[in-house]
C-alpha cells in the first residue's frame, strides 16, 4: 500500500517547541503500522468486565476470540440482522473520556473533525492521523456533559490514550478509560426505537443526533441503527428489557452491518495504512477542511483540493475468510499490493463481506486477489453516497 519514502520515522521525544511547530514541519513521527503486524483479538475476555461477561453468558452468549460469537446460531443471528430487530454487545468497542475546561480545544487542535461545533445533543465520526496523515485511530465522538466521549476500537484504546497524553502537556485535560465501568449495545432494525422505548430510553430523531438519561447515552447512527453507552449497573436490565423486543445477537453480527453501512472502524491491523479519505471519512462528516492544524492536516487538505486521492473504499464478498489487513493484489502489479480489507465479518448468505480500500484503476479488473498474487478471489460492489 505504501512505499518507503510514506514510511514513517521512529518517535522522537516531544517538547512544546516541536508541538508548535508540529502543522508545517511534522517533525514528530508515529510509529511504523506496518500492514504485516501481528494480528492480536479486538478485546481479549480478561479484560471485558467480568460481571458484563458473566451475564451475558447466562443469557446464552458464546465467546470466541475475545468476541461475543453468537447467542446459540450465528447463521440465524445474521439473518435476523438483515430481516429483523437485533441487539448486540459491542464488546469490540472501548470508550475513553477527555475532560477539562481545555477539553474541546484539545481535540479540535487533534482530530479531523470539527470539535468545536459539536453541540450537546449530536457525535460525530472523527480520525486521529499521524503527521503524513494516516489514520491511527478512528471514533464517534459525543458529548457527555461538559465532556468529551469516543468510542474506539478496543485494541487500539491503550495506545491510542497514551499517545494522546503526550500531547496534553499543560493543558487541563484529563483522559481516562470508562470501558471497565461502561457497557456498549447496539440496536438495529425496524422495531429498534419500540425497543428502546421499552426500555424507557429515548429516541434521539436524527442520525448522529444523541439523549442522555441518568443510566447512559442513546447515539442514533441512521434510520435504522442506534448504539446505547450504559453504566455497567444499569446495562444487564437494558439488556433485559430491549431483548424483550429485539434478538440478541453476537458482535459478528454488528460489524456485518458496519459494512452494509459503510461505515470503517481503524484497527490494529490497518492503523497507518489509510488517509482519512480513503476511508470515506471525508464523506460521513469524519473530516473539517474549514478548521485549523491538527496533525496531518497539511496532507489531507492537499490530498483534497489536488485531487490526489487514488485508493477508495469498496464493499467486496468473498467465499473464503476475510480479516482486516488483508493485502490485495492485481495481476497487472504482482509485486505491490494495491489494496487492503478494512474490516470483515460473516455474510447472511454465506462467504464474508467486507470493506477494503482498494486502488481504483485496478477495481475493475475480474481477477484481483486476496492475500498474494493468485490468491482467492471476490466480488467488488461500489459504496453508496452517504445523506446527511
Known amino acids: 500500500m505504501r512505499t518507503d519514502a510514506d514510511e514513517p520515522t521512529e518517535p522522537e521525544q516531544v517538547t512544546r517547541g516541536q508541538l508548535a511547530e508540529h502543522c508545517h514541519t511534522h517533525r514528530y513521527q508515529s510509529p511504523i503500522g506496518g500492514i504485516d503486524r501481528q494480528k492480536t483479538p479486538l478485546r481479549k475476555l480478561e ?29 440465524a443471528e445474521l439473518a435476523s440482522a438483515r430481516d429483523a430487530t437485533i441487539v ?10 477527555c475532560a477539562g475546561e481545555d477539553a474541546k480545544a484539545f481535540l479540535h487542535n487533534q482530530l479531523t473533525s470539527d470539535v468545536d461545533h459539536l453541540a450537546p445533543d449530536s457525535a460525530q465520526h472523527s480520525a486521529w492521523c499521524t503527521a503524513k496523515g494516516r489514520m491511527q485511530a478512528s471514533f464517534i465522538l459525543y458529548r457527555a456533559g461538559q465532556s468529551y466521549r469516543a468510542l474506539i476500537s478496543c485494541d487500539l ?22 470501558t471497565d465501568t ?11 426505537e419500540a425497543a428502546l422505548l421499552s426500555a424507557g430510553l429515548p429516541v434521539p430523531g436524527k442520525s448522529l443526533s444523541s439523549e442522555s438519561v441518568a443510566d447512559g447515552t442513546v447515539i442514533r447512527l441512521d434510520a435504522a441503527r442506534f448504539v446505547l453507552i450504559a453504566s455497567g449497573a444499569a446495562a444487564p436490565e437494558l439488556w433485559r428489557r430491549l431483548s424483550t423486543v429485539a434478538k440478541p445477537v453476537g458482535t459478528p453480527v454488528w460489524q456485518w452491518l458496519d459494512i452494509q453501512a459503510g461505515i470503517p472502524l481503524i484497527t490494529e491491523a490497518t492503523k497507518e495504512a489509510f488517509v482519512p479519505q480513503m476511508a470515506n471519512f471525508d464523506k460521513i462528516g469524519g473530516v473539517s477542511f474549514h478548521k485549523g492544524c491538527y496533525p496531518g492536516q497539511e496532507i489531507v487538505a492537499r490530498t483534497q483540493y489536488l485531487g490526489k486521492v487514488k485508493r477508495h473504499l469498496y464493499r467486496i464478498h468473498a467465499d473464503t475468510a ?4 488483508t493485502l490485495i493484489y492485481a495481476p497487472d502489479s504482482p509485486e505491490h499490493p494495491c489494496g487492503m480489507v478494512a474490516n470483515a465479518a460473516p455474510a447472511p448468505s454465506g462467504g464474508y463481506d467486507a470493506l477494503a480500500v482498494i486502488q481504483e484503476n485496478f477495481v475493475e479488473l475480474p481477477t484481483l486477489s486476496l492475500g498474494a498474487p493468485g490468491g482467492p478471489g471476490f466480488s467488488v460492489f461500489p459504496i453508496a453516497e452517504h445523506t446527511e
Open 322 to 325: 476475510l480479516v482486516a489487513g
Open 47 to 75: 479484560t471485558m468486565n467480568a460481571n458484563w461477561q458473566e451475564f451475558l453468558g447466562s443469557t446464552g452468549a458464546r465467546m470466541e476470540n475475545g468476541l461475543v460469537h453468537d447467542f446459540g446460531d450465528l447463521s
Open 157 to 178: 484504546l491503550a495506545a491510542t490514550q497514551k499517545r494522546l497524553q503526550m500531547f496534553v502537556l499543560r493543558s487541563k485535560v484529563k483522559l481516562s478509560d470508562l
Open 88 to 97: 448486540a454487545p459491542l464488546v469490540h468497542l472501548a470508550l475513553i473520556e
Open 182 to 192: 461502561h457497557e456498549i449495545i447496539g440496536l438495529s432494525g425496524a422495531q429498534a
